[in-house]
């Protein structure tokens, strides 16, 4: 077997790697394919293969999964870059080189969420529909770490801004899925299924705000604004404006309920309850 995670060199990439490993996988059944593969020295030491890819290189692309069994693809990160057009070049490979499975991190809700993360992944996944390779779709959630990765300056700031409104939103940590996906690479039988992948646990960022004040002991209060008000914050602290954009569209999306994620797909599969707020601020703030 040949397992070749793609985006290796990403924080979600390293943790399903990781996960593999401990799962006993053999390292050199494993490829973990990136381009800035001087972030993967610490796992080819383990004795994982350790390749550069680029999705915008189809040659790479090919070398890459060459011998695949499995492959996960990992959702490039390049948001206005023809993300389609990347996934494409990996799903056309994967197809010629006979893959038994293609995983795909796709975005929760797909049929419903109209945000602008989820485009991509709406025209990824006809793709794949359309490409006669065997996949399943892993709809990620989102990650508690788009607010616990910016703790500290919470903890300076005093306050929270957001766009979201009263919505709720069931956030995963993004090992919990890490672990999903290795648990999916490694199970029978999974071409044609969807799972889609949220917390136990939905809270409203007003209940974010309350736990980072309760674990850290200093009050923070959350600031609901207008889409085009939390823009022009963000874009004041230097945020680039299109990023700034996708932020608050992202809570539009919290706000209609369209990330709250149904069912309990991830615990299911991890075979344990997804971890909590509460956990995943804790472990924020020990590492701040």
């Known amino acids: 077997m040949s397992i070749v995670i793609t985006g290796a060199t990403g924080k979600l990439g390293r943790l399903?790697?990781?996960?593999?490993l401990e799962r006993n996988v053999p390292a050199g059944e494993i490829v973990a394919a990136g381009r800035a593969i001087e972030k993967l020295d610490d796992f080819a030491a383990q004795g994982v293969q350790v390749v550069a890819m680029d999705y915008t290189d189809a040659s790479s692309v090919a070398a890459a999964l060459a011998g695949a069994t499995k492959v996960l693809l990992i959702a490039s990160s390049e948001i206005g870059n023809d993300r389609p057009g990347q996934h494409r070049t990996v799903i056309e490979a994967a197809k010629a080189e006979g893959v038994e499975l293609l995983a795909y991190t796709s975005a929760a809700n797909v049929e419903v969420n109209a945000t602008i993360l989820a485009a991509d992944h709406k025209t990824t996944e006809a793709i794949l529909a359309d490409a006669g390779v065997p996949y399943v779709l892993l709809r990620n959630g989102y990650y508690f770490e788009n607010w616990t990765d910016q703790i500290e300056g919470t903890l300076v700031q005093g306050a929270m801004a957001g766009s979201a409104g009263d919505g709720q939103v069931n956030a995963a940590t993004r090992a919990d899925l890490a672990e999903a996906a290795a648990i999916v690479l490694l199970a029978e039988d999974q071409a044609g299924k969807v799972y889609e992948l949220g917390g136990d646990e939905a809270f409203t960022l007003t209940d974010l705000a309350a736990e980072i004040s309760a674990a850290s002991g200093k009050t923070i209060v959350y600031t609901d604004l207008p889409a085009a008000a939390y823009v022009g914050m963000l874009a004041s602290v230097g945020v680039p404006e299109a990023f700034a954009q996708i932020?608050?569209?992202?809570?539009?999306?919290?706000a209609r309920g369209e990330l709250l994620v149904k069912g309990n797909d991830l615990s299911t599969l991890i075979?344990?309850?997804?971890?909590?707020?509460?956990?995943?601020?804790?472990?924020?703030?020990?590492?701040?």
């Open 16 to 20: 399903v790697v990781q996960a593999l």
């Open 271 to 288: 075979g344990r309850p997804t971890t909590t707020l509460a956990e995943a601020v804790r472990i924020a703030l020990n590492q701040a």
């Open 247 to 254: 932020l608050a569209d992202s809570d539009g999306g919290i």
